[in-house]
């Protein structure tokens, strides 16, 4: 580092600082300057005076304005509760197919139920409702307790084998359980796995079309297509809740696994049920 | 210490108050007009009418926030095209650096609005508080009656003219015709009653008070604008070999140049340095201390030009009775000057074949696709259709490049079919939910490639657009 010294040209004391011999001039900043400094240390203070700002002993300075995000937030959240009031006494006053009918409402739902859904549903279904084994994908066009409005508002509501009363539930026997004998079971599901893949006109398989129409017909359907009034799952295509190998039909024919989803009467509100039945229906399955 | 005798330097430099003195001549004639012409510009653009059709504003030049959209005469910019904006920076600057490197701070001394804005209030105060050595006379007397109400009546009319420099600056923001009727009845949002009063405000500080610092300390553009010129760029300059030395003239004294040394050029400098010290950066290029030398030289029948506009090229021929040369051509100004052309060209071509119609598809990535109950693959999508032109397009949409793919849109075809008919509203963005579904066995890999197909009904104009559709793995 040199001595500072006074530059030729401009008459200005150098700072001492000097890179490969350029020499940094120590020119004095303009008066302005150092009063919006000042202005700028007085406008801190007052910052701090009116904002919750130092940490005490046992608390913190609260500001003389009182402000915390916390209020602000709830100030907002009022705020959005009374915009949303209107909406509200549409979707509690309107059945769901209504409201699906009416664009404002229909995007209002569209919305508030994708957050609900990522919020409720995803962890289980899958966001956009991919789902996975065991959790049924809600964006195809395969229903199991039906795929209109009403019927998806419904199982939301009331849950599938739920605590509810009004649940909606199916159980299909242990067929494993005295029922049917090994060697029946490993031809139903022969038969079962033909069905979903549309070759079950050739009559190859005779026993195991036998103990599927006289175990099985009566909920999943002469052909396999399935029952929703009893939550029969059609068996006739190449969607499987659980899996489609021949094992897997096995063990769910011997002893069935029945999932269970919750009622979210009790957790959401009516209108955010409604509103994530409608996001639902728009995944791309809707009846 | 080296220089132990030397005072410390100050922490910091008052501000040195410059009292312009009134001066007439050519600069200051140019001077005015160009300030009348920007001011005109500025006071009067927001009026224009340009006819876009019902649904949109009729302002020629409209800056709409909530559109958003920028509209300058024909040219209508949405947000995704900034860019335009951006290519308009930059051909300001290389507009800059050209002219710098022609006639030099030309834009400092004449078009830039602190100088116009200055310019103006200096006027006002020359107006109220009397020229240079009143002003002078005045700053240093005593509180007065004299004193005090003319000072108030300056800063008023300096808030005046502040008041209108910021409320016309909202015009540019909103439907001039309809803001003023609010502003005036006091109808107007908080937002433009801050705007406004955020202008007003740095007008009369900047214009009112920091003057020639905003060019000093606050504006970069000076610190560098040094490596623009070369000895051809016009400058303001003295001539100190005409000059030197300087002297009031006496008798029996002929050695003395032709600088009398009557500080006039030093009175009426703006930014007050004097110019005769040499070449300066605080120096704004305005050249009224050319028409002052120019008026003494004309008194005294002196050759004119002591002080010059002109290139250092051409004061060296003079100083050796050399022939002088006009040198615009040259490298510098030519590479400039290509540059500012391509810029242009780059521009004008990107908005003369501005695409009225834009698409952006996102598929859907979770769930990647989808097993329908009778066997096929489906894919979702989220297609976006960006109508630009003011009146509602009917499209047709298709599938190519899948054996027989099936699309339904949500709310428009709830059915599977090959092609549906859509609309988007005027200057709307049209968003679809659109799901596509094929037999696996048109499927060839993991992602395949096809194409949606949009065909404006009317005018045929056909765009594909390349996706990928998923399939199963193996």
Redesign the interface.
């Known amino acids: 580092m040199a001595?500072?010294?006074?530059d030729e040209f401009t008459g200005?004391?150098t700072t001492g600082h000097e890179w490969d011999g350029i020499k940094e001039l120590?020119t004095?900043?303009?008066?302005?300057?150092?009063w919006t400094f000042y202005a700028c240390i007085v406008w801190a203070i007052g910052y701090m005076i009116y904002y919750p700002s130092w940490p005490t002993l046992t608390d913190h300075w609260k500001g003389t304005s009182g402000y915390t995000d916390r209020k602000a937030l709830e100030e907002e959240l009022a705020v959005r509760d009374v915009e949303r009031a209107v909406w509200y006494e549409k979707f509690t006053s309107q059945d769901i197919n209504q409201i699906a009918k009416d664009n404002e409402l229909l995007n209002f739902a569209m919305s508030g139920g994708k957050v609900i859904f990522g919020e409720n549903c995803s962890a289980c279904h899958?966001?956009?409702?991919?789902?996975a084994p065991g959790y049924p994908?809600l964006?195809?066009?395969?229903w199991i307790w039906g795929g209109s409005l009403t019927a998806i508002e419904t199982s939301i509501r009331f849950g599938i084998r739920s605590s509810h009363d009004d649940t909606r539930i199916s159980d299909m026997p242990e067929f494993g359980d005295d029922m049917l004998e090994k060697d029946d079971i490993a031809e139903v599901a022969d038969y079962v796995l033909a069905l979903s893949t549309?070759k079950s006109d050739d009559d190859a398989n005779e026993e195991g079309k036998e103990v599927y129409e006289e175990e099985c017909a009566s909920c999943h359907g002469e052909d396999g297509e399935g029952g929703r009034e009893s939550g029969a799952p059609?068996l006739s295509?190449?969607?499987w809740l659980y899996d489609g190998t021949r094992e897997a039909i096995i063990k769910q024919v011997t002893k069935p696994s029945h999932g269970v989803m919750p009622t979210w009467e009790d957790r959401l509100d009516d209108v955010s049920i409604k509103q994530v039945a409608i996001y639902v229906h728009?995944l791309?399955g809707g009846e | 210490?080296?220089?132990t005798k030397?005072k410390?330097?100050?922490?910091?430099?008052?501000?040195v108050k410059a009292y312009p003195q009134r001066i007439k001549g050519t600069f200051r004639n140019i001077k005015w007009l160009t300030l009348s012409v920007v001011l005109g510009l500025y006071y009067v653009l927001p009026w224009f009418r340009w006819d876009r059709g019902p649904s949109l504003p009729n302002q020629a030049v409209l800056m709409d926030m909530s559109g958003p959209r920028i509209y300058f005469f024909a040219i209508e910019i949405w947000p995704q095209e900034i860019y335009y904006l951006t290519g308009l920076l930059v051909l300001g600057a290389i507009g800059l650096f050209l002219a710098t490197a022609i006639a030099g701070r030309v834009w400092c001394g004449f078009t830039c609005p602190q100088t116009i804005w200055t310019d103006l209030f200096i006027y006002v105060e020359g107006l109220i508080e009397g020229d240079r050595n009143k002003r002078i006379k005045l700053d240093k007397g005593p509180m007065t009656v004299n004193k005090i109400w003319r000072k108030t009546l300056k800063h008023t009319v300096w808030l005046v003219i502040s008041i209108l420099t910021g409320g016309v600056f909202i015009f540019y923001f909103a439907n001039a015709p309809e803001i003023l009727v609010d502003m005036v009845t006091g109808q107007a949002s908080t937002t433009v009653y801050g705007f406004v009063a955020l202008t007003t405000g740095m007008t009369y500080l900047l214009a009112g008070m920091?003057r020639e610092?905003v060019c000093?300390?606050m504006c970069p553009w000076p610190r560098f604008q040094g490596s623009m010129f070369d000895e051809d760029s016009l400058i303001v300059t003295y001539e100190e070999w005409r000059g030197e030395p300087r002297g009031k003239p006496k008798k029996g004294l002929d050695s003395l140049g032709d600088c009398v040394d009557c500080n006039l050029c030093v009175a009426v400098c703006p930014v007050g340095i004097d110019i005769r010290k040499g070449q300066q950066f605080e120096c704004i290029g305005c050249a009224l201390c050319v028409d002052a030398c120019d008026s003494i030289m004309t008194k005294l029948n002196r050759p004119l030009g002591l002080i010059t506009y002109d290139s250092i090229t051409n004061q060296n021929a003079r100083k050796n009775g050399k022939p002088q040369t006009t040198n615009i051509v040259r490298p510098r100004t030519m590479s400039y000057a290509a540059m500012l052309l391509l810029v242009i060209g780059i521009m004008g071509y990107g908005l003369m074949n501005r695409s009225e119609l834009e698409i952006n598809v996102q598929r859907?990535r979770?769930?990647?696709f989808?097993?329908?109950?009778?066997?096929d693959i489906?894919n979702?999508y989220t297609f976006k259709i960006l109508n630009m032109v003011n009146e509602e397009q009917t499209y047709t949409l298709s599938i190519d490049g899948l054996d027989d793919a099936k699309l339904w849109v949500?709310g428009v075809a709830p059915d599977p079919v090959e092609q549906v008919t859509i609309h988007v509203g005027a200057d709307q963005v049209g968003t679809f939910?659109i799901?596509v579904s094929v037999s696996p066995d048109a499927l060839e890999e993991h992602f395949d490639d096809m194409e949606f197909v949009l065909i404006n009904t009317k005018t045929g104009e056909k765009t594909e657009t390349e996706v990928a559709f998923a399939g199963p793995e193996d």
């Open positions: 001595e500072p010294e006074k200005t004391m120590d004095p900043m303009p008066r302005w300057w150092v899958g966001s956009q409702g991919s789902g994908v964006a195809d066009d395969d549309g059609r295509d190449g969607i728009s791309g | 210490m080296a220089d030397e410390p330097p100050a922490l910091y430099e008052k501000q920091a610092q000093i300390y859907d979770a769930p990647l989808v097993h329908l109950s009778n066997g489906r979702g949500i939910r799901f």
